[in-house]
């Protein structure tokens, strides 16, 4: 099957800013620091004005809201029918560990929801590209690209989640203690697990609480929902790519949608029990 003219453009796009990545990677590049655990490097950097010049060109006065650019390069963006998201290496702090589980993520926004996004692993040479209303796809450079879809497992006790590997804090370790899963797996890179899910490798992702900002989840989020799947905050909302902050602070499920609701209501169900010890209130037992 053949890509879409906006994937293919997309892909080409995101292989260009994967080889400047892979480059870096296997040479030197140099590293500073956004804030504490936040690092950047030259090839983040290197990436992101590939990137956005390579979307500039192609769409112009399409915003492109990248995570190592200026924000006042996309200040308007809340304002434009069609948004870019981009995220030049979604796991920076892997690529320093050098596991090699980083990915390129390029995601398109168009209304309230994303509807086209590209995942490229640089280390594999792998690519993710989805487009709603059409089809998920993983290829190569030399292949075809071939359609993914999801998992079918419905039952948590069979079902493979995958968490960050950065941030395992204590909350996430409660709510997977509640959800009770099959097997629970790290992996880095929100993109990669995105990917994970859509392929049907994996059955969901789960990242209670903050779970890093818009751009690392526009392009996962158009994939698993083109492939067939379900993305949402913990809430059950769809993601506000318009909203008043780019943070996803209330958390990210992707999941292959079978699982998604019973996932949202464990979820719940913990955060009410944390809540109900705290305050020594009772939780609702319609939350289950």
Same mark, same amino acid.
């Given at each position: 099957?053949?890509?879409? /003219?906006?994937?293919?453009?997309?892909?080409? &796009?995101?292989?260009?800013?994967?080889?400047?990545?892979?480059?870096?990677?296997?040479?030197?590049?140099?590293?500073?620091?956004?804030? /504490?655990?936040?690092?950047?490097?030259?090839?983040?950097?290197?990436?992101?004005?590939?990137?956005?010049?390579?979307?500039? #060109?192609?769409?112009?006065? $399409? /915003?492109?809201?990248?995570?190592? %650019?200026? =924000?006042?390069?996309?200040?308007?963006?809340?304002?434009?029918?069609? &948004?870019?998201?981009?995220? /030049?290496?979604?796991?920076?702090?892997?690529?320093?560990?050098?596991?090699?589980?980083?990915?390129?993520?390029? @995601?398109?926004?168009?209304?309230?929801?994303?509807?086209?996004?590209? &995942?490229?692993?640089?280390?594999?040479?792998?690519? $993710?590209?989805?487009?709603? @209303?059409?089809?998920?796809?993983?290829?190569?450079?030399?292949?075809?690209?071939?359609? &993914?879809?999801?998992? +079918?497992?419905? +039952?948590?006790?069979?079902?493979?989640?995958?968490? %960050?590997?950065?941030?395992?804090?204590?909350?996430?370790?409660?709510?997977?203690?509640?959800?009770?899963?099959?097997?629970?797996?790290?992996?880095? #890179?929100?993109?990669?697990?995105?990917?994970?899910?859509?392929?049907?490798?994996?059955?969901?992702?789960?990242?209670?609480?903050?779970?890093?900002?818009? $751009?690392?989840?526009?392009?996962?989020?158009?994939?698993?929902? %083109?492939?067939?799947?379900?993305?949402?905050?913990?809430?059950?909302?769809?993601?506000?790519?318009?909203? =008043?902050?780019?943070?996803?602070?209330?958390?990210?499920?992707?999941?292959?949608?079978?699982?998604?609701?019973?996932?949202?209501?464990?979820?719940?169900?913990? %955060?009410?029990?944390?809540?109900?010890?705290?305050?020594?209130?009772?939780?609702?037992?319609? #939350?289950?």
């Amino acid at each position: 099957m053949k890509l879409s /003219p906006l994937l293919k453009k997309l892909t080409d &796009i995101a292989a260009s800013a994967g080889d400047v990545v892979l480059r870096s990677y296997q040479t030197t590049y140099e590293v500073e620091f956004k804030g /504490p655990n936040d690092p950047v490097t030259s090839a983040d950097k290197a990436a992101n004005s590939l990137i956005c010049a390579a979307l500039s #060109s192609e769409f112009p006065n $399409w /915003p492109i809201v990248a995570e190592e %650019s200026d =924000p006042e390069t996309f200040r308007d963006f809340r304002s434009a029918d069609s &948004i870019f998201f981009v995220d /030049p290496i979604d796991g920076t702090q892997e690529f320093l560990d050098r596991t090699g589980e980083f990915v390129v993520m390029i @995601g398109l926004v168009k209304g309230e929801r994303a509807v086209a996004g590209v &995942i490229h692993a640089p280390t594999t040479g792998l690519f $993710w590209a989805g487009e709603v @209303g059409q089809n998920a796809f993983q290829f190569t450079r030399t292949d075809t690209p071939k359609p &993914i879809v999801p998992s +079918q497992t419905n +039952q948590l006790t069979q079902c493979h989640i995958l968490v %960050s590997r950065a941030r395992r804090s204590a909350h996430l370790l409660r709510q997977l203690e509640a959800i009770r899963a099959g097997t629970v797996r790290t992996l880095g #890179s929100a993109g990669l697990k995105g990917a994970m899910v859509a392929e049907g490798k994996a059955d969901a992702y789960v990242a209670p609480g903050r779970a890093g900002k818009r $751009w690392d989840a526009c392009a996962l989020d158009a994939l698993v929902t %083109s492939a067939g799947g379900c993305v949402s905050d913990t809430d059950g909302r769809p993601i506000d790519y318009r909203g =008043p902050s780019l943070v996803n602070d209330r958390g990210l499920v992707a999941s292959n949608g079978a699982l998604h609701q019973v996932l949202l209501g464990k979820l719940a169900l913990n %955060s009410e029990v944390n809540m109900s010890e705290r305050t020594g209130r009772t939780p609702n037992p319609k #939350s289950d």
